[in-house]
């Protein structure tokens, strides 16, 4: 292995701030946009973590006695849309794209540095807009899905902000989609191949197609809801002659596939993590990239299955049916390739690796669930109850937020140049773990007995399945504190890490830790074989090898 | 297996150099992708509506068909004229190709102002029934994007007026990202027309 060694040319000086105030710039660094997102979307997940917190807090007792109904159904919808689009897709996408893309493409910075700046900058207007709606006038009220009749009865003012913000943060979505797809596409350095791109940039370029196909229709949907709140069309009214269907038609085929533009880039990374810490090639590369591409054809043509309940004709049950239970076999693959590159590795338990296993376990366990919810006469017993709650944290929360705490321990040496403290991090990992399953795993249970979700009231009878959910909640807020010292003091005080204290293999670890300016001090590294761990360099052809080849080199 | 290969000096430098590889018109196709679907949200919404909701009683929802006529040929020939221009700056003519722009910039104004007599002299305002709030969504929708098209062909008239310009026979992104543009919203409207008026 030769790293290109440094012919001193430093890069041209830019009109930049430099330190940490460059973090509050209008920055076209594509690794302080990657940081930007990544605080700011912490930020929102401290806050929205708050708001599930009060949510939990409302529930448990069976009465609505912490807050008013209105404010609990405000509190609920802000939950939802701070998480999902402020937190979730912002970091998935924006924060560990910028900063990891260019570096697996050999670029110094993404095709459209300023656009990508842009994108950025309307997210804190945007999460700042939607906050402050709950303190002007109240905010929206009706879920983070705005569904009409419901959008259009309750107060005006609060449902159109949520729009505006949500139109924001849809543009900044589209702006970071079209930049992933011209950098991967088009900013590759000569001589590096697709099929040798790290899977991450795979999983990004199949979320920034989805975005870019998927996001404008939600678009111009809330354009219309606006109408009809505002100019009192009638376009999802039915008290004026329309169709509340359409909406929903509309509206998922958005939103299921932002179910996937939320996950496929957590695949992505936690397939970088996996063969790092396991010390074995990623298992299967081809079948990833091919099961990722399906993920994104079949994840366009399944939104229905949300819809089994509104009346939608059988063959749309059918055909819906069976598509979203397609979407179980390149899922299924991706599963056994994570399974198969831990087997046999040299696995070091380290924070980032336990949270990548915590993932696949509360993943699998969401993608049960979501494959039975794909089932129509399943699905029609536990639509709107809490067990659809359940199987949605599983996906976003055990898949999503675990990789991206993943993502955190095993890129912070490269982030800051120091080392996190592994104990506190394994803290913190089993925290979580224990918090989430305690939270959510009960709450199946719930759902199956037939309690709906987003109401503040409920049976008695689930008192004490609620209250041990709550105490999961807790468990889960008090796990954040142990994370947030861990960052903030090993930012400062922390064991200097080096260029690549993990020996990976992908390019972001030849150079240094922080990286320089334009990522590389002369020449950007080509790298063929992104995870040839385990073997002598050469040896082993990855796009020929069989699984038995990796195997046994493996060891 | 790692090794290290120089790459060429335009790789090789930052975003904000001149350097950096130009991509601009492969990301602006990328966003009318993007808006396209948005269209195509409106488009599968009409239709549904169509296939799904009658149109209530007493409800009126007729269009007569001469003035979209006119509006369609005025498009497809702004889209042809547009084209000439690329033509001429690409021959490094930039008088012809100024007018020729104007010539565009001019029928795109011409059709504004014909959907404008179209929407005065229609029997159904806005909020009076599904098909006419979506008509008024997709036309206005696609109003909005020809006035933004008009504007961007009469910023590159203006930019084009000297030789040294940002308009020049070897580097003439803003006409040809423009032109890209026009000749998509020109696409959009063909699509429309067909859906809208004759369906």
């Not at chain 1, 110094?108 to 950025?120: K, Q």
């Not at chain 1, 996950?263 to 079948?287: C, D, M, N, Q, W």
Request: hydrophobic content about 50%.
């Amino acid at each position: 292995m030769t790293i290109s060694l440094p012919p001193e040319t430093s890069s041209p000086p830019r009109l930049q701030p430099s330190g940490w105030l460059r973090y509050f710039s209008f920055s076209v660094d594509h690794k302080v946009i990657g940081l930007q997102y990544l605080v700011c979307g912490f930020v929102f997940y401290l806050i929205g973590g708050a708001l599930a917190g009060a949510i939990r807090t409302e529930l448990t007792s069976p009465v609505s006695d912490f807050m008013a109904r209105d404010v609990y159904n405000q509190v609920l919808t802000l939950h939802g849309t701070v998480m999902i689009f402020l937190w979730i897709v912002p970091v998935v996408n924006g924060a560990f794209g910028n900063y990891l893309i260019p570096f697996y493409v050999g670029a110094r910075d993404m095709a459209f540095p300023r656009l990508n700046a842009v994108a950025f900058w309307l997210i804190p207007p945007a999460g700042l807009m939607l906050i402050t709606s709950y303190f002007l006038t109240g905010a929206a009220q009706s879920g983070w899905t705005a569904y009409p009749p419901l959008s259009i009865t309750t107060p005006a003012t609060g449902q159109i902000i949520w729009i505006l913000s949500v139109l924001l943060l849809g543009g900044s979505s589209i702006f970071g989609g079209i930049n992933f797809i011209a950098t991967i596409l088009k900013l590759r350095r000569p001589g590096l191949k697709l099929m040798q791109l790290p899977m991450y940039c795979w999983a990004m370029l199949g979320t920034s197609i989805l975005v870019v196909l998927s996001t404008p229709v939600l678009a111009g949907t809330l354009v219309l809801l606006s109408f009809d709140i505002v100019a009192h069309t009638g376009f999802f009214n039915p008290t004026l002659g329309g169709n509340v269907v359409v909406y929903q038609h509309l509206f998922w085929f958005y939103s299921h596939p932002a179910v996937y533009i939320m996950v496929l880039p957590a695949f992505g990374l936690v397939s970088e993590i996996l063969p790092v810490h396991a010390r074995k090639p990623l298992f299967g590369y081809v079948t990833m990239v091919y099961s990722i591409m399906a993920i994104v054809v079949l994840g366009l043509i399944v939104w229905a299955h949300h819809m089994f309940t509104s009346g939608t004709p059988p063959w749309m049950r059918l055909f819906f049916t069976i598509a979203t239970a397609f979407i179980a076999v390149p899922t299924g693959i991706k599963f056994f390739n994570w399974l198969a590159t831990l087997w046999g590795g040299r696995i070091s338990l380290n924070s980032a690796m336990l949270f990548s296993c915590g993932f696949i376990v509360n993943f699998v366990l969401g993608g049960i669930t979501g494959v039975a919810l794909a089932q129509v006469p399943f699905d029609i017993h536990v639509h709107d109850t809490y067990f659809v709650v359940a199987h949605f944290h599983y996906i976003v929360f055990g898949g999503s937020v675990f990789v991206i705490f993943a993502s955190v321990y095993h890129w912070y040496p490269k982030f800051t140049g120091r080392m996190l403290n592994e104990d506190l991090g394994r803290l913190h990992c089993a925290l979580t773990f224990i918090g989430f399953n305690l939270c959510f795993g009960p709450q199946h249970w719930l759902g199956l007995n037939g309690m709906p979700r987003r109401v503040a009231e409920y049976d008695p009878q689930f008192t004490l399945i609620n209250q041990i959910s709550s105490v999961g909640a807790l468990l889960m807020a008090i796990s954040t504190l142990p994370f947030l010292w861990n960052v903030i003091h090993s930012a400062l005080n922390g064991p200097v890490a080096g260029d690549n204290p993990w020996k990976a293999l992908t390019p972001e670890w030849l150079t240094s830790s922080p990286p320089p300016v334009e990522n590389w001090i002369g020449e950007a590294p080509l790298v063929e074989e992104p995870y040839g761990y385990g073997v002598p360099p050469g040896e082993l052809d990855l796009s020929a090898a069989s699984g038995r080849d990796l195997w046994s080199s493996g060891k | 297996m790692t090794t290290t290969v120089p790459i060429k000096e335009q790789e090789h430098s930052h975003g904000e150099h001149a350097g950096h590889p130009d991509h601009r018109m492969f990301g602006l196709a990328t966003f009318l992708v993007a808006d396209a679907m948005t269209f195509a949200g409106f488009f599968a919404a009409y239709l549904t509506f169509k296939a799904v909701n009658p149109l209530p009683d007493g409800a009126i929802y007729e269009l007569e068909l001469p003035l979209p006529i006119l509006n369609t040929v005025l498009l497809l020939v702004s889209s042809a004229t547009f084209h000439r221009a690329g033509q001429a700056i690409r021959q490094d003519d930039h008088g012809r190709c100024r007018r020729w722009l104007l010539i565009t910039a001019g029928l795109g104004m011409a059709f504004l102002v014909s959907q404008m007599v179209e929407y005065f002299t229609l029997p159904f305002g806005l909020t009076d029934n599904l098909y006419a709030s979506t008509f008024f969504a997709a036309t206005g929708f696609h109003g909005l994007h020809v006035t933004l098209g008009a504007l961007m062909t009469l910023i590159v008239w203006w930019q084009a007026r000297q030789p040294q310009g940002r308009v020049t026979a070897a580097d003439h992104f803003p006409l040809e990202a423009a032109e890209l543009y026009w000749h998509f919203v020109d696409g959009i409207w063909v699509i429309l027309f067909v859906i809208l008026y004759l369906l």
